[in-house]
């Protein structure tokens, strides 16, 4: 969470600026931003949900390359099940959670990829919470109806289709990191699909190794699309 209030309630044991702290640490080192966000915290709701996953990419100390979305699931040894029996505390509606989780989606720009939507907690452990496992495609189905769609990584994976490399372009999309430029170097079909992509870093700040000083760094690259044993050649693949 990017709330104070709510990194409190739930006793977090940090603040939002040492996330943004450490996170700073992690761009200037080179290493790719993988994080986890939960709704449904102790002192959030639904609004307040999707203010602060906006956040997380309208600060350029924040965006993160990957991301977990996790709404919380209330187990029984958790602290938070005093709050809920006390009436403080409750889980979101399918409704409400479907509403948040939509807002989220469509909130990712194409640089970031949704890994996970649901945490995999077995049904039988837990006391209330959304139990549906495949919520990433009941989102997907619901935008979709609306004619919209994620722009995530994940959601735009070439996967198992074929592809033309001659069709494919370049594309780059830049932001500011909070420590310098960020470029985010895709190979994407007429549709948008992802074939492949490299995150490159342009620090401006003084880095942190001396063996990075004036350097460009290459956090991450990554190429989609079906395996082949080495040397071989597929169409498409």
């Known amino acids: 969470s990017l709330s104070e209030d709510v990194l409190r309630l739930n006793r977090r044991g940090h603040t939002v600026e040492q996330t943004r702290r450490a996170i700073r640490l992690l761009r200037l080192a080179g290493f790719k931003i993988y994080a986890h966000w ?3 915290l102790y002192g959030s709701s639904p609004e307040a949900d999707i203010e602060d996953y906006r956040r997380l990419f309208e600060d350029a100390d924040f965006r993160p390359d990957e991301l977990q979305i996790y709404p919380c699931s209330l187990i029984e040894s958790a602290e938070l099940m005093r709050f809920y029996e006390a009436g403080e505390w409750q889980a979101y509606t399918h409704d409400e959670l479907l509403d948040v989780l939509r807002a989220c989606f469509l909130a990712t720009p194409e640089y970031c990829r949704l890994t996970r939507v649901v945490r995999d907690i077995p049904s039988t452990d837990i006391v209330t919470g959304d139990m549906t496992t495949n919520f990433r495609q009941v989102v997907e189905q619901s935008l979709a109806a609306q004619g919209q769609r994620s722009a995530d990584i994940r959601a735009r994976e070439v996967r198992h289709q074929a592809v033309d490399p001659d069709a494919l372009a370049l594309d780059v999309v830049a932001y500011d990191s909070g420590i310098g430029e960020e470029m985010f170097l895709q190979y ?24 990075l000083d004036g350097a460009a760094m290459i956090r991450e690259v990554h190429v989609y699309g079906q395996s082949l044993v080495v040397g071989d050649e597929a169409p498409g693949r």
Do not use: G
């Open 38 to 40: 939960m709704a449904n």
């Open 188 to 211: 994407i079909t007429p549709e948008r699909q992802i074939a492949a992509f490299l995150r490159l870093s342009l620090p401006s700040e003084p880095l942190l190794l001396p063996e």
